[in-house]
């Protein structure tokens, strides 16, 4: 990889459209989930809104998951949906972790690439304009 790896053009999403019919994915696929035709990666936006969330209450299965040494904290987990039509699962970084109440369907997030799974914090009117 070259470039900044901290440069938002890094943490974009990477998935992938369908030459055929224009399906777009993430993650990236070679084929085409609806017409098994060829697909070419694609960056994807990083800004989407909100569709549906959830709050993992309970540590995950151990292995894969490993448990940080000061313990589980739980952690909201959403759909965020992008203008691609795509919808992609990802951690919600909110800063009230104790009730979750900032939280809407329908708010703006940016989402971000990384290890494992993509995170997605609430966008500032910064980033709106961006």
Known sequence: ?????????????QGSRCSGCSVTVYP???A???C???AAPASLSAAGTLWT???????????PYRAPSDGFVPFALGYVELPE??????VLDVDDTDDFAGIRIGMPL???????????????HHEEGS
């Not at 990889?1 to 999403?13: F, I, V």
């Not at 969330?53 to 292995?63: C, E, F, L, M």
């Not at 940016?110 to 500032?124: E, I, L, Q, S």
């Open 85 to 90: 039509g795509v919808r992609v699962a990802a």
């Open 1 to 13: 990889m070259t470039g900044d790896p901290r440069s938002p053009a890094a943490a974009r999403l």
């Open 110 to 124: 940016t989402v971000t690439a990384g290890d494992g799974v993509p995170r997605a914090r609430p966008t500032t």
């Open 53 to 63: 969330w959830t709050v993992q209450r309970y540590a995950p299965k151990s292995p």
């Open 36 to 38: 098994g035709g060829p």
């Open 32 to 34: 085409c989930p609806r």
């Open 28 to 30: 990236a696929d070679e």
